[in-house]
């Protein structure tokens, strides 16, 4: 699958948001990727993962950690199409954590895998959970990459769709997004 191919599956479900969005990190954006939307559909979920799959097979991963609630989906497909081990970190506290008896050996070879990454923040809790458990982090994985470059695990990184989407702080916004009511539709 292309990217433009993909953004046309975003376009197509309503996945791909116009107007004024407040983002989990807190900055502003005048595009929003609610990958719920396209990922309702198996078919679509399929493809994506088979996508992400290919371009990460050659790194090995044993096992799919992805942060939930957002990566679950994509990650569990991604897993399923290398034929490998998933698990997921969930929030407790406030914090992500492994938890219903997931384990992670020490050398244990793992992919992380997100839907959207703006500035890689539950990426990176993930990442902090494999590395304190002694795991291997061979990659981080994602369905649209809008970090702009800003987020670098130190590792390899692929996405299906990678944007330069502007965001902007709160309190210096452009004129045309502080006209629009500003709105927060999901959990990215």
Known sequence: ???????????????????????????????????????????????????????????????????????????????????????????????LVLRRGFKITPGEKILVVEDVVTKGGRAQETIDIVRAHRGELVGVAMVVDRSGGSFNPLVPMCSVIKLNVETFEADNLPADLAALPPMKPGSK
């Open 1 to 95: 699958m292309t990217e433009s191919q993909a953004l046309q599956i975003f376009r197509d479900s309503g996945a791909l948001l116009e107007g004024h969005f407040i983002l989990r990190s807190g900055l502003r954006s005048r595009q929003f990727f609610q990958c719920a939307l396209a990922l309702q559909h198996m078919p679509t979920v399929e493809k994506l993962g088979a996508t992400l799959a290919e371009k990460v097979r050659s790194l090995g991963a044993a096992t799919v950690i992805a942060p939930a609630m957002g990566g679950l989906v994509i990650g569990q497909e991604v897993a399923r199409q290398l034929g490998v081990r998933f698990i997921f970190a969930e929030k407790e506290e406030g914090k």
